[in-house]
Nanobody, 115 residues
Framework: VQLAESGGGLVQPGGSLRLSCAASGFTFSRYGMSWYRQAPGKEREFAAGISRTGDNTNYADFVKGRFTISRDNAKNTVYLQMNSLKPEDTAVYFC?????????WGQGTQVTVSS
């Protein structure tokens, strides 16, 4: 299993970014996927999840209405569209696969929201 996040960067408050997570080594369309984030000095926390078909999504309260998770099973990729970014969204963002009882993580992509 390999998960590779990309798309992070420096953005001003109110700006947008789209993160991507390219997956390989497993049958992507059979599994739900999720995005987590970890800010400096804080624990990693759930941000958004999506079912294997993309029909069902769920979000942490702090991102509702601002972030949208989606997936393209033909490209084995899950996305996180982030709008109206705030300084408190600054964190390393990770995608996660739960395969049975094993959790797989990518290396993360840094998102910094600052003026």
């Amino acid at each position: 299993v390999q998960l590779a996040e990309s798309g992070g960067g420096l953005v001003q408050p109110g700006g947008s970014l789209r993160l991507s997570c390219a997956a390989s080594g497993f049958t992507f369309s059979r599994y739900g996927m999720s995005w987590y984030r970890q800010a400096p000095g804080k624990e990693r926390e759930f941000a958004a999840g999506i079912s294997r078909t993309g029909d069902n999504t769920n979000y942490a309260d702090f991102v509702k209405g601002r972030f949208t998770i989606s997936r393209d099973n033909a490209k084995n990729t899950v996305y996180l569209q982030m709008n109206s970014l705030k300084p408190e969204d600054t964190a390393v963002y990770f995608c996660k696969l739960l395969l049975g009882s094993a959790a797989y993580w990518g290396q993360g992509t840094q998102v910094t929201v600052s003026s």
